[in-house]
């Protein structure tokens, strides 16, 4: 069972940059597929970076070449990098994961969630 435990939401300004972390605590971290989910007040939950245990990358258009996607296997921690942000970035973030072989991507069906981390973004 993958427990996953979100940290670094803060309220910043737009411009700036954030770097948020999701420690996982299952041994078969390198194996798991991942991703960021957001969601804001009144709206559906999106993909916005998925990453596959190769290392593969994937990101929602409005966050492509702003946001990076990362994973340190040695410290079972998965990181989004989130530069130039925006008030429409304002959301609760949540990290998700799952085996690959029974999804993966922006779209995939996870199985595992953090609790989430809230990033506020002023203009």
């Known amino acids: 069972h993958v427990q996953l435990v979100e940290s670094g939401g803060e309220s910043v300004q737009a411009g700036g940059s954030l770097r948020l972390s999701c420690e996982a605590s299952?041994?078969?971290?390198?194996?798991?597929?991942m991703g960021w989910f957001r969601q804001a007040p009144g709206k559906q939950r999106e993909g916005v970076a998925a990453?596959?245990?190769?290392?593969?990358?994937d990101y929602a258009e409005s966050v492509q070449g702003r946001f990076t996607i990362s994973k340190d296997n040695a410290k079972n921690t998965l990181y989004l990098q989130m530069n130039s942000l925006k008030p429409e970035d304002t959301a609760s973030y949540y990290c998700?994961?799952?085996?690959?072989?029974?999804?993966?991507?922006?779209?995939?069906?996870?199985?595992?969630w953090g609790q989430g981390t809230q990033v506020t973004v002023s203009s």
């Open positions: 998700a994961a799952e085996s690959c072989w029974v999804t993966r991507g922006l779209t995939g069906r996870y199985n595992y």
């Open positions: 990453i596959d245990r190769d290392g593969n990358t």
């Open positions: 299952e041994f078969i971290y390198s194996s798991l597929c």
